[in-house]
């Protein structure tokens, strides 16, 4: 489907947090304009990184959104009205549609210009997306380990990426001078970044993120499964155990549904240990081995107080 390009006056910058010597993009294109394509866009132009910002949304309230509140300067719903002449071009959706969308964007790239992605999954993005990237483009997979569990582009901000960490996961085929600028270009928007093989991201992403949904998603599916009575009670009451669950299980359902699809391997791996030291657990408290719950506890709680020393919190 074809949508006319619709234009409107660029953002008057925000408050400049971190200012780059120069604009590093004329032209950025996003597929995709949800949380983390608004908060990268709005962080850019904090930064002053980009000249001008495109969007291509399926959804027409999206598009309208982002318009409105001046995220972009232009949207469309045809990814080669998009990618027309941009710089870089950011695909920002569910990883379950890259390649079809990498697909659809590869006519139409311009040479010079930088593909990058925001997936929580590495290796099958690779797999979905490097195929189709034309000779004389580049492309730099990343992920940003930032977001809330709110979505759509009214829920971004440009501090989201403040401090936090950006794991770029370059293919040796592309060029070092391509990734260079794709880590430059997060660290001006205030993150850290490092880099890593994609199949090792995958396995550190089952562990620091992928199973605590999936627990939670767990968690807050097993008080629906409850008698109504009791189910009130626990909305009702939630303490922030509960409260944290279900915030964590509030996250974009297909956003989700696709990191466990496309990391199932390291996802399957992680999943049998947790199951493995769950019934220990349960065998702990069985016994009444008050213990061995104390020394669990005891080395959980130095974990958290990692995080919590690393600003990662």
């Known amino acids: ?35 983390i394509g608004a908060s990268m866009a709005l962080a850019m132009r904090r930064a002053g990184l980009v000249g001008s910002i495109i969007a291509c949304a ?49 006519p139409h790239l311009k040479s010079g210009a930088i593909v990058t992605d925001v997936g929580s999954v590495k290796q099958a993005v690779i797999a979905a997306v490097a195929p189709h990237i034309p ?19 009214e829920a971004g901000f440009a501090e989201l990426f403040q401090g936090r960490w950006v794991l770029l996961t370059p293919l040796p085929r592309y060029s070092a001078k391509a990734v260079k600028k794709i880590a430059e270009m997060w660290r001006l928007m ?21 199973l605590p949904h999936l627990i939670a998603y767990t968690a807050v599916g097993t008080a629906t499964d409850l008698a109504s009575d009791l189910r009130q009670e626990v909305i009702e009451f939630s303490a922030s155990g509960f409260r944290d669950f ?14 466990f699809l496309n990391n199932r391997e390291a996802v399957l791996e992680i999943l049998q240990r947790f199951n493995e030291d769950l019934t220990a657990l349960q065998r702990a408290i069985r016994k009444g081995d008050g213990q061995t719950l104390e020394d669990l506890f005891t080395r959980t709680r130095a974990i958290r107080r990692g995080i919590i020393d690393a600003k990662q919190a």
Do not use: C
């Open 1 to 35: 489907m074809t949508a006319k390009s619709v234009k409107k006056s660029a953002a008057k910058p925000q408050r400049i947090v971190a200012q780059s010597k120069h604009v590093m993009f004329n032209r950025v294109a996003f597929i995709g304009i949800g949380h």
């Open 135 to 153: 000779k004389g483009v580049d492309f730099v997979p990343g992920h940003p380990l930032a977001g809330t569990e709110h979505s759509g582009p």
């Open 246 to 259: 279900t915030r964590v299980a509030a996250s974009d359902p297909v956003m989700w549904r696709d990191i």
């Open 58 to 106: 399926r959804k027409p309230k999206t598009r309208k959104t982002a318009l409105k509140l001046k995220i972009v300067d232009e949207v469309t719903a045809d990814y080669g009205t998009a990618v027309k002449g941009a710089d870089l071009v950011v695909i920002a959706t569910p990883i379950g549609t890259n390649g079809a969308i990498a697909k659809a964007i590869a």
């Open 190 to 210: 205030g993150a850290k970044v490092d880099t890593m093989q994609a199949a090792h991201h995958d396995k550190v992403l089952a562990i620091t993120s992928h």
